[in-house]
């Protein structure tokens, strides 16, 4: 679960953690999506996540991001719930965090992305042996 939607990533595609450039080859790149799915799949679990953002929409300009808003993230609150419910939340940046009160990880951008992979590496492990089936959320 990350924090909300980027201009560079699911603001252009549509989907989170995923830029046009993934989809289709051209467009924005997204330095968070790529570093996020590098990771998922070298972990072998790229198909077995669900990724999405605690604020679903882009909340900046065409060119820039910004933190959402409370009420932004509150507006979110009843979806996240039902999206979660049944399912292993990791949250991905510290908005995440304290939005969902679910384990945080660093977030990859801004030279974040080695921490980002040895969080998930310890929530994956953290989360195996808790239960199973894992149905991880990112």
């Known amino acids: 679960m990350g924090e909300a939607a980027g201009y560079r990533g699911a603001r252009v595609s549509g989907i989170p953690f995923t830029s046009e450039r993934q989809l289709t080859g051209f ?45 932004e993230v509150e507006a979110s609150a009843p979806f996240l719930e039902e999206l979660t419910q049944g399912r292993t939340a990791i949250a991905v940046g510290r908005l995440a965090a304290e939005a969902l009160e679910a384990p945080y990880v660093r977030h990859p951008s801004h030279g ?8 998930l590496r310890r929530a994956f492990a953290t989360i195996g042996r808790r239960r199973a089936p894992v149905r991880p959320f990112l």
């Open 112 to 119: 974040g992305a080695a921490a980002f992979e040895e969080g």
């Open 27 to 71: 467009g924005p790149a997204e330095a968070t999506a790529t570093i996020v799915h590098r990771v998922l799949s070298a972990f072998g679990v790229e198909d077995d996540v669900l990724l999405w953002n605690v604020v679903p929409t882009h909340p900046g300009t065409e060119t820039s991001n910004r933190r959402p808003t409370r009420a």
